[in-house]
């Protein structure tokens, strides 16, 4: 693995980094407050290419690899952790998902349409009752003629209100055992009747991220829209999730970084018993924990992002990255607020809203227990991480 980035990649950070710099961070603080999603600025970044650097040309594109698309979203991320989730829905989960598995026809059909948000994504895979175990979901689709009728529900799905096409995982088959193998993906348009959406308005963080539920009753699914084969659905959800992975443990370290940039602020302003705060050794340790850690997880991401650039299977490595960004930006976080003391806990300033949303970090594309599990059941042998999908 090379640890220096190639010039191309300097450029697209120095480009995702001004256009955070000029685009988000003027109206971030009002954003949040107001819970306020900016469609146009996901449709800047859609043409500015954020969302196909790891597409071939062929489907529009950059071709710039998985490395790139990790130091974009570490970008804006850094800046606005609600626009992280774009980088799922409009990249590495849903039309990734189709251009993995889909048919010739299908990724024609959505894929650049997906990444250069003409269309926006769903990547719907957890319901009321079943979220890190996915082999346990209820949403059923039923087979009727040259068509599937979809029933149930999907809960805590990022761009659920906004949806326009996406990706749905459903049991086709609820007898078979062991019950992953009865499970299949299909893709879903807004039009489609029997679907609904809903929007989930109260949460703790990432305020101006669209997040709902999917509601089916009887929703009529055309055969056609079946991705990959009948029974592979749980195979291409774990395949989704190792590239989804890589965007979240992105979005984390920029979340930590931004903890950085404004503990570090803070401390060279800040004035305590006649010195500034920095030059108090519990303020230092804090300050090297979250340098040391956050570079730690960097390091970490770009691992998992140059295997998924040489098309190396990285189940394992993408999650030790999401596991140990997300526990690093949520230690960030509250070293910052910890840093900034009562001001902390003040909307005034920024550690607030990103002690808010670090905690995302904890729960999405497999919770800490998830994470921790996989590692460790690879760890002793008794279930490895890499399997064929």
Known sequence: MNFFLTEEQKAVRRLARDFAEKEILPVVAEDDCSHRFQREIVLKMADHGFFGAAFPEKYGGSNLGFIAHAIIVEEISRAESSLRHFFN???????????????????????????????????????????????????TATEDGDSFVINGSKMWISNAPIMDAGVVYVKTDPRIVPKHKGISCFIVEKEMAGLTRKEIKDKLGHHCAPTGELIFVNCRVPRENLVGKLGQGFNIAMNALDYGRISVAAGAVGVAQACIDESIRYCNEREAFGKKIGEFQMNQQKIADMIAGTEAARILLYKAAFLADNKVRNTLESTIAKHVASETCVRAARFAVEIFGGYGYSEEYPVARLYRDAILYQTGEGSSNITSMIIALDGLGWKRAKVDY
């Open 89 to 139: 829905m409009q990249a590495l989960t849903c039309p990734l998902t189709i251009l993995n598995w889909g048919t010739e026809k299908q990724k024609e059909k959505y894929v650049q349409k997906l990444i250069r948000c003409e269309l926006f994504g769903v990547n719907a895979m957890t319901e009321p009752n079943a979220g890190s175990d996915v082999a346990s979901i209820q949403t």
